[in-house]
């Protein structure tokens, strides 16, 4: 069964810093790319990064840029979020995501992870 | 950026009946849409793709459609676990984005 698990929220001073980790299982990691999506208390999904499979390719929303460093280690089959200068508005649910289907991109992201949160506040 | 518009943000009907939820792209994004459903306390879960295309799984009740800018999420006989949140996604551009969420509420 594919599966990825997340961990390593909590609750963090503004300015702060918190590396979130997702456990994948269940298919070859190295072959899929990989999606980090966030959801705010009560709102809607929002997109924050993707790497690729071998990870030499990222992306990331403008809101994080400079500030989140997506990576992955093949070897533990774990992908990783490093947050840096968080702000209150980071406050979220963080779900890891593969991409959905066969091919390294598709677009789509399928499964989801249970999600880990993370609190931004004195 | 890509912006995605979901209509209507909420929609109150009753089992059985159809649901129809739309999504509009501030730009073409040609057939690179997908849905996704997310019920209160889980993760969201792949339904469409590509428009049209069902994921592994998902009741043959749940059909898309459209391109270019306007596109649609069917749901032909709503079942009782069909009540959930729907958004919709591009992937044509970095960075993906999502709309804003369509709630379907029992009437």
């Known amino acids: 069964e594919v599966q990825v698990v997340e961990s390593g929220g909590g609750l963090v001073q503004p300015g702060g810093s918190l590396r979130l980790s997702c456990a994948a299982s269940?298919?070859?990691?190295?072959?899929?790319?990989m999606s980090w999506v966030r959801q705010a208390p009560g709102k809607g999904l929002q997109w924050v990064s993707s790497i690729s499979g071998s990870g030499l390719n990222t992306y990331y929303a403008d809101s994080v840029k400079g500030r989140f460093t997506i990576s992955r280690d093949s070897s533990k089959n774990t992908l990783y979020l490093q947050m840096n200068s968080l702000r209150a508005e980071d406050t979220a649910i963080y779900y890891c995501?593969?991409?959905?289907?066969?091919?390294?991109?598709?677009?789509?992201?399928?499964?989801w992870g249970q999600g880990t949160l993370v609190s931004v506040s004195s | 950026e890509i912006v995605l518009t979901q209509s209507p943000a909420t929609l109150s009907l009753s089992p059985g009946e159809r649901a129809t939820l739309s999504c509009r792209a501030s730009?073409?994004?040609?057939?690179?849409l997908a849905w996704y459903q997310q019920k209160p306390g889980q993760a969201p879960r792949l339904l469409i793709y590509d428009v049209s295309n069902r994921a592994t799984g998902i009741p043959a009740r749940f059909s898309g459609s459209g391109s270019g800018t306007d596109f649609t999420l069917t749901i032909s006989s709503l079942e009782p676990e069909d009540f959930a949140v729907y958004y919709c996604q591009q992937r044509s551009d970095w960075p993906r984005t999502f709309g804003q969420g369509t709630k379907v509420e029992i009437k």
């Open positions: 995501a593969k991409e959905y289907g066969l091919r390294e991109w598709s677009g789509w992201s399928d499964p």
């Open positions: 730009q073409s994004i040609s057939n690179k």
């Open positions: 269940g298919f070859t990691f190295s072959s899929f790319a």
